[in-house]
Nanobody, 129 residues
Framework: QLQLVESGGGLAQPGGSLRLSCAVS????????IGWFRQAPGKEREGVSC????????YYVGSVQGRFTISRDNAKNTVYLQMNGLKPEDTAIYYC??????????????????????WGQGTQVTVSS
């Protein structure tokens, strides 16, 4: 059974850091594009960062460029999102999601979140002083 489980969310002060983890089971991580998405109250879900299946190319939405870093550990079947320089506008529920069908690129999946077909349950990130 395919499953994605996020962890690492919580409360951080502006300028602080958090590291999110997404543990994947039921499929081999290195075959599929995977990424992090978020949804803030009253806003649409958006792609934050995605990583390719094979050569670890990455995509970041402009608002997090230079502050967030996505990485994958295929041996642990886990994807990470290191978030530095957090801002109040980063407050949202963060989801890990993957394209297990393989019909899109990792960049396109980040731009069009509906292209991801498996989703985790989400983890809350709150940035506040």
């Amino acid at each position: 059974q395919l499953q994605l489980v996020e962890s690492g969310g919580g409360l951080a002060q502006p300028g602080g850091s958090l590291r999110l983890s997404c543990a994947v089971s039921g499929f081999t991580l290195d075959y599929f594009a995977i990424g992090w998405f978020r949804q803030a109250p009253g806003k649409e879900r958006e792609g934050v960062s995605c990583i390719s299946s094979s050569d670890e190319r990455t995509y970041y939405v402009g608002s997090v460029q230079g502050r967030f870093t996505i990485s994958r550990d295929n041996a642990k079947n886990t994807v990470y999102l290191q978030m530095n320089g957090l801002k109040p506008e980063d407050t949202a529920i963060y989801y890990c999601a993957a394209d297990t069908v393989g019909l899109t690129t990792f960049q396109h999946m980040c731009i069009v979140p509906d292209l991801a077909d498996y989703w985790g349950q989400g983890t809350q990130v709150t940035v506040s002083s």
